[in-house]
């Protein structure tokens, strides 16, 4: 039986090859991070959890503290780097990773909000920085917001939203309509891909944001490469977020900012779209940015004009005016 035994020699040959390359990409991977850590280290502190370390950088002095929440990107604390010097100015501001974005480790899964927000509570707890806080969050950043929200209400001074997802937004937008989370399978593969260094070359236009400072552009390259790996993740569990989220009715009476861009998206940038559905998903959108600011007995809406989904980015006096205003109207109170 010979080509039984060349048959077995190939097989296990490819499955030693398969083997090698695994080893060969995970050290590759640990020296690319290693490598990139050492030339931009984290401008704040890695603070364990137990099952791993996320990167909270909290600057200033004041109370109440404000905590900044990222969307679903591989920015992390460098999302907010146009307001957190500005912040900071004014009161205790902390930025921080998830899991898995940026300088922070990868964490357990699945990226749930629920999970997202006991993280932030347990970051927050042993990082020895006490509530209140003002929850300070963009796009999918609004929906862990609300979870955490939800779960810790005596901790919330205030909240301002900036162009966060609404839980129903799939339901009623109509440019939703085919949407749906990647395969499981897919999901279930991205760590591994990550592991292996694969991540590090995949997307890596969605690390590129021409308005962050030069230096920051640089920091987000080399750490927050892989880092798509994570967004991946917690894109696969978008639908059960929101559906975490829409169980958190209200916000109470606590001081509620919604800001939102004021005018319809330019449907000559965006494929196969006629101006008149942009103009159609912009006005579902406002009323959708309404009913989060109803969240709150004293919630407010405030559209920007000229502003994109990336608020931080396109109009951010207008964010940081905003965290500003709900600083005051606490602070007239206490």
Known sequence: MRWLRILKFVVGGGLLLLILLGIAGVLYERSARSSAIREYPPPGRLVSLGTHALHIDCRGTGSPTVVLESGMDPLGSLSWSLQHDRLASMTRTCAYDRAGIAWSEIGPRPRTGQRIADELAELLRRAGESGPIVLVAQSMGGPYARIFAGKHPGDIAGIVLVETSHPEQFDRLPMADNFSPPPRLFIRAVPLLRKVGIMRHVMTGELRYPALPADKQEALLAVSAGSIATVISEFGEIKQTLQQAQEVRTFGDVPLLVLSVGDPPDA???????????????????????????????GRLQQIPDSTHYMQFSQPDAVVDAVQTVLEEIRVES
Do not use: G, H, T
């Open 268 to 298: 000559s940038k965006i494929a196969n779209f006629e101006q008149e559905q942009a103009d159609a998903e912009f006005v579902i959108w406002v009323e959708l940015q309404r009913e989060l600011a109803e969240l709150s007995s004293r």
